[in-house]
């Protein structure tokens, strides 16, 4: 889906797990009115190398907060399940 989206900084959770961080957020406003009101997750993945190499990137949205709690909730479990990773272009992902 193309467009812009807003998210609710002060709900976003955050958690990070070795060399793995999955989010979730609630979107208050977008392009789309429609998809007010769901929900983001994703996640990064630092693939331990110099730059780029190895790193990779994964986002769901928009979703209902139920599915959003379930790829949050599952964690870094749940990360390895989703083959839809995307590769980071440019610059070096960092899991702190």
């Not at 630092?46 to 190895?54: E, F, Q, Y």
């Amino acid at each position: 889906m193309n467009g812009w989206r807003v998210l609710d900084e002060s709900g976003v959770e955050y958690n990070a797990e070795g060399e793995a961080a999955w989010m979730k957020a609630e979107i208050i406003d977008a392009s789309d009115p429609a998809i007010v009101g769901q929900w983001v997750a994703g996640a990064v993945f630092d693939g331990g190398t110099p730059g780029k190499n190895g790193d990779l990137v994964f986002q769901v949205s928009p979703v209902d907060s139920g599915i959003a709690d379930l790829f949050y909730d599952y964690g870094i479990m749940g990360i390895q399940l989703y083959p839809f990773w995307a590769p980071v272009v440019k610059g070096n992902l960092v899991v702190k």
